[in-house]
């Protein structure tokens, strides 16, 4: 069966497909950020300090960022649609298990299961949306998955803090495994599938030097806060991290070689769009996991703003981002991406800026955080569809869902090791000044994302 016949009845249910992209999505989507509005009150019932707080986002990223590396192969091998399933039903779990955990160190556990669950779920939706979709009708699809899914994102301080302050911070993981619920009986009613020419085996030793690499870095700049860098969980963490990161790549060149699956196919990167696309990605979603972070820590922890407020203040990119993405994504579809790519970036480091003028008055939220927070709206709107739509676009069909994982295991990475090196920016507490070293980071970052794709993104990138 040819891969273009496999897919004909997965386009015919193509609304059904989207729908269940979206809100696969936006559950991985919405446990990321939900979580951040609840830290002061976890810390405030398990203890930790910030080190618990980083951990409770991180040990989620740690394994969504590595695995989903491994996720976009299993996508490829067993389907998207079974990968999906099986997620959906490993995140519902953990879900579970974050509401009843009894200390800090069993939650950060039951984050990083969560963390599995994302890894399966995230690459296979977007997968989805590339095989069922063409042409015009699949930027703007992927124009809309990235509204929704994206929106999750800035819309969870929102719901959590009315969900902390109300009923308590338990209450949000229950709140993300309610959507699960919808999505799996609409999962099963997708009739299609693209499945591969052959099953190759899982290249196993490759997704161990991923997780090792990640984590152990990851490791090293959290506990460093805690430890000082010349300790020795922090010194065997940071070098185990980076010598695993060192073999990745002479490993997966090997596994090609001998004609196996490698976790990463490296010819991927010999496409310019998809190699700079996923450079400038490493630099913006960098730039947004500080802002995700730091701000709402900021409005609660030096402006005592009650959880839900903050969520409410946080409110403006989400509105921009429902409203502008849909229309952006169709757009560049037939404009091509570069220059909403150099633009977004661009929009959104001015917003950083602006918000370098926030002092110890919560007034200055209206002059300050919240102009500030409108711009990082309008980039972020202006520049994720087309992102994905260039990453996405400049690979094979039958190798969507490892193309969609790299990307998304970037965007995470990038995530987490600023959440990580937090400590680091803040000097190890949220404060005026920390917030102000974290703005001016994120600007360069997001500065840096708008560079690289003016000077490196193609609007023309060919599908082979």
Do not use: K
């Not at 109300?166 to 699960?180: E, K």
């Not at 403006?316 to 970036?345: D, E, K, Y």
């Not at 709206?377 to 094979?396: E, W």
């Amino acid at each position: 069966m040819t891969a273009e016949r496999a897919t004909a009845p997965l386009r015919d249910d193509r609304r059904v497909v989207l729908v269940v992209a979206i809100l696969a999505s936006f559950v991985v989507g919405l446990d990321s950020s939900v979580v951040n509005v609840a830290l002061p009150a976890i810390r405030h019932e398990l203890g930790g300090g910030l080190v618990v707080q980083q951990w409770v986002v991180d040990a989620y990223l740690v394994t969504l960022g590595s695995l989903i590396l491994v996720a976009g192969s299993l996508s490829d091998v067993f389907g998207r649609v079974r990968i999906v399933t099986w997620g959906l039903v490993v995140f519902g779990v953990a879900s579970v298990a974050c509401a009843i955990a009894p200390s800090g160190e069993v939650l950060v556990v039951a984050r990083a299961v969560q963390g599995i669950g994302g890894a399966l779920v995230t690459p296979s939706s977007l997968a989805l949306i590339v095989a069922a979709y063409r042409g015009a009708a699949q930027a703007r699809a992927i124009g809309t998955w990235t509204a929704w899914s994206s929106a999750a994102v800035i819309v969870g301080p929102v719901v959590g803090g009315l969900v902390v302050d109300g009923i308590g911070w338990r209450w949000i993981f229950v709140l993300t495994a309610v959507p699960i619920a919808v999505t799996i009986p609409l999962v099963l009613r997708i009739t299609g599938d693209v499945p591969p020419v052959q099953r190759p085996r899982i290249d196993v030793v490759g997704a161990v030097l991923a997780v090792v690499g990640v984590g152990g870095v990851v490791l090293g700049l959290i506990e460093q806060e805690r430890l000082g860098w010349g300790a020795p969980v922090v010194v065997v963490a940071l070098v185990a991290g980076a010598a695993a990161l060192v073999a990745f790549v002479p490993w997966e060149r090997r596994v090609a070689r001998a004609g196996g699956a490698p976790l990463v196919p490296l010819e991927l990167f010999r496409a310019r769009n998809f190699a700079v696309g996923n450079l400038a990605t490493l630099s913006i979603y960098g730039a947004l996991g500080m802002v995700g972070f730091v701000v709402t820590l900021f409005l609660q922890e030096v402006w005592s703003f009650p959880a839900w407020l903050a969520g409410v203040a946080s409110l403006p990119p989400t509105i921009l981002l429902l409203a502008l993405s849909t229309t952006v994504g169709a757009l560049a579809g037939r404009h091509g991406p570069r220059w909403f790519m150099a633009a977004g970036p661009a929009i959104a480091a001015a917003g950083a800026l602006v918000m370098l003028g926030a002092g110890d008055d919560p007034t200055g939220y209206w002059w300050t955080v919240l102009p500030g927070l409108v711009l990082v709206g309008v980039g972020i709107a202006t520049m994720v569809a087309p992102l994905t739509s260039a990453v996405l676009g400049s690979v094979p069909e039958r190798e969507a869902g490892v193309g969609s994982a790299v990307n998304n295991a970037v965007a995470r990475v990038a995530g987490l090791v600023v959440v990580a090196l937090a400590g680091v920016v803040l000097g190890g507490g949220v404060s005026v000044v920390g917030f102000h070293r974290a703005m001016a980071v994120m600007a360069f970052l997001l500065l840096a994302g708008a560079l690289v794709s003016a000077v490196g993104i193609r609007n023309a990138p060919t599908r082979t």
